[in-house]
């Protein structure tokens, strides 16, 4: 259901904008521009709007089918695998994270810096690493059989960017950065509670229960078994 939600959500925004008022600003509004973001940080503002609300817009409608028919097998794939609840977190995780990146990366690079970005692409990069951890041990790339893994979705990255150079090379690299941080994030979870020590009030292993008889029965108290010893010989 988190996947059909926002694949309506999306195409609501692209095709029925005016239902959605907060999404009035359009691409231009809204589009994701590292050195706009870099230059209202140096004056303590962060537009945490363009950001976030940048993912649901696209430039046209091939824009918004191609980034669709990719994210729906993704998506259910993991929510079927991380339950709605741990989906949604993944969701959001890659959606804060991905601009993060793109923004760090475009002011070390250069690249990109001054390109205005819009669009799921970050996020369903971010998807395809998680889905490369538990999916099938090849992936196809354009029809070429590669071993799955994050590196075949960089591959990818570089060849979108070449066979269409207005994509966001720096923001679809940015999603592959997410994705790997979101996997080392769950790592480092998993070995802390591997290596958390038991709670001191931890109850320990308790005698098995002794039981007597009432009076006048007849009944003796029967002593566990492994109080009993066999006579010295």
Not at 20 to 45: E, K, N, T, Y
Not at 78 to 100: D, N, T
Not at 101 to 115: K, P, S
């Amino acid at each position: 259901p988190v996947t059909i939600a926002l694949l309506i959500f999306i195409g609501v925004a692209h095709y029925a904008r005016e239902l959605l008022p907060f999404l009035a600003p359009g691409v231009a509004g809204l589009c994701l521009q590292p050195a706009g973001l870099v230059a209202a940080l140096s004056h303590g503002r962060v537009l945490v709007e363009r950001m976030l609300l940048s993912a649901f817009l696209h430039a046209d409608d091939y824009h918004v089918l191609y980034n669709m028919l990719s994210f729906l097998p993704k998506g259910v794939q993991l929510e079927l695998a991380l339950g709605p609840a741990g989906y949604i977190q993944l969701i959001v995780f890659l959606l804060i994270a991905s601009p993060c990146f793109m923004v760090a990366l475009a002011y070390a690079t250069g690249f990109g810096f001054h390109q205005c970005a819009v669009g799921f692409s970050a996020v369903i990069f971010g998807l395809k690493v998680v889905c490369s951890v538990n999916g099938p041990t090849v992936t196809r790339v354009f029809g070429i059989p590669m071993p799955t893994g994050w590196m075949s979705w960089l591959l990818e990255v570089a060849v979108i960017s070449l066979l269409n150079p207005s994509a966001s090379f720096v923001g679809h690299l940015a999603g592959v950065a997410a994705g790997v941080a979101y996997l080392g994030l769950e790592r480092y979870k998993r070995w802390q509670d591997s290596h958390r020590p038991a709670p001191w009030n931890e109850p320990g292993p308790q005698p098995p229960p002794r039981h007597a008889g009432g009076p006048g029965h007849g009944a003796r108290e029967q002593q566990p078994q492994y109080d009993r010893h066999p006579p010295p010989q």
